[in-house]
């Protein structure tokens, strides 16, 4: 393992001074660009800072390391993991976290980038008078209006006319979901409620044309710094299929905080447009304020899952291999819910031993999902765990 890191992650827990323990707050502090290459291409709540895993990464991944996230979220790890000559097998359950995270580590090439300037090309002529197939969800004009209901069929009848399944294609549809809150009547990403918007005319192809542009770029940066390979699969946290019997040397991931968001529910919008399933989410999803508010399940319920999700890590962990966590601590039932010690004895039950951990003030660098607890002390966790 690597000594040479900057938050010293080898240095027994138990041994640091309490100027030591904020050395973590300080590099926090000092994180400025957060959206650096493809970090930035989709709107994502609740995601970690790249320089976490970075520099998780850094202290406990040898050269060539295969790496596993199977929470990937917006694809933070992938994106590391990649950039440091790493083999990187990551999961979601969403398939709008699955979207966003091929798109984040795809090889563009030059057909790409031909047909991308192509579909920009046709988009900025008018496409008023051809005839397309509207979207029919229930409600769509309760979250759109009949303009950006036209302008968005038209980007996405375009994007559809690419080479199926090329980095084109994939970049545009990640570029198309970009910007749907932004062309609804949505408040926000974290908002699900509808507001007036005064929305100008192709408004929505100048935000697509922007975002994509951008994207390309980024992703053309991406590719020249691009050392390892990364696969994305969609799959349940339970059940890691596509990866074998003690084949991951570390996992780095952020679990689903409990009670504290509906991934489902506030990309609905684009699993409309994009035709996904969003009950199948809605159902399978863990920690979901749906599950714990709207239905009422128990902090054990939480636990159970994680539970199963931890038997599977410990199933694809190499012996001796490394389980990085980052939680941040929840609120339920108006009580304040210490999750380093849930998901200590977690780990406990699945033979791993904790060797380094990490607490910083959740208010200063999250925003509070429940703001009427936002003078509760809730804490970040990284936990990072070495199987027996």
């Known amino acids: 393992m690597h000594a040479h890191n900057q938050l010293n992650f080898l240095e027994p827990a138990e041994s640091r ?6 050395q973590l707050t ?16 989709h709107p994502y709540s609740a995601k970690f800072i790249p320089q976490i895993p970075r520099a998780i990464l850094n202290a406990y991944a040898e050269p060539g390391s295969t790496v596993l996230d199977p929470f990937c979220g917006s694809g933070t790890v992938a994106v590391e993991a990649l950039l440091r000559g790493h083999r990187c097998l990551v999961s979601d359950l969403n398939p709008i976290a699955v979207l966003i995270t091929r798109a984040k580590v795809c ?35 309760h979250w759109f209006t009949p303009r950006m209901i036209e302008e ?25 979901s970009a910007i749907i809150v932004k062309c609804s009547r949505q408040e926000s990403e974290t908002r699900w409620v509808a507001v007036t918007k005064h929305h100008s005319h192709r408004f929505a192809f100048s935000c697509f044309e922007q975002k994509l542009v951008d994207m390309s ?36 991931t952020s679990p689903p905080y409990l009670n504290s968001y509906d991934y489902y529910l506030y990309h609905k919008l684009r699993m409309f447009w ?47 291999g490394i389980l990085a966590i980052v939680i941040g601590d929840s609120i339920y039932k108006g009580l304040l819910i210490d999750m380093s010690e849930i998901y200590q ?22 925003l509070a999902f429940t703001r009427g607890y936002k003078t509760i002390p809730k804490k970040t966790h990284i936990l990072v765990f070495q199987g027996r």
């Open 17 to 22: 001074s309490p100027e030591n323990r904020l």
């Open 26 to 41: 300080l590099d926090l502090d000092s994180a400025r660009n957060k959206g650096y290459l493809t970090h930035n291409f």
């Open 107 to 141: 090889q563009i090439t030059s057909e790409d980038e031909r047909e991308i300037n192509g579909l920009l090309l046709k988009l900025r002529t008018d496409l008023s008078g051809n005839r397309r197939s509207l979207p029919t969800f229930k409600n769509i004009s």
């Open 152 to 176: 968005l069929s038209c980007i996405k009848d375009a994007i559809l006319e690419l080479t199926p399944e090329s980095a084109a294609q994939l970049l545009a549809l990640t570029a198309f």
């Open 217 to 252: 770029r980024r992703a053309r940066a991406l590719r020249d710094l691009a050392q390892g390979n990364v696969d994305v699969f969609q799959a349940n946290a339970n059940s890691l299929q596509h990866a074998p019997n003690q084949s991951i040397d570390i996992v780095i």
């Open 274 to 320: 994009l035709d996904y399933n969003h009950y199948a989410v809605q159902e399978q999803e863990i920690g979901s304020r749906h599950r714990h508010c709207d239905k009422n399940e128990s902090v054990e319920s939480y636990v159970s899952a994680m539970a199963g999700c931890f038997l599977e890590i410990a199933r694809v962990l190499k012996p001796n």
């Open 345 to 366: 004895n977690l780990a406990l039950a699945t033979a791993f031993r904790l060797v380094e951990r990490f607490d910083y003030d959740q208010r200063k660098y999250t």
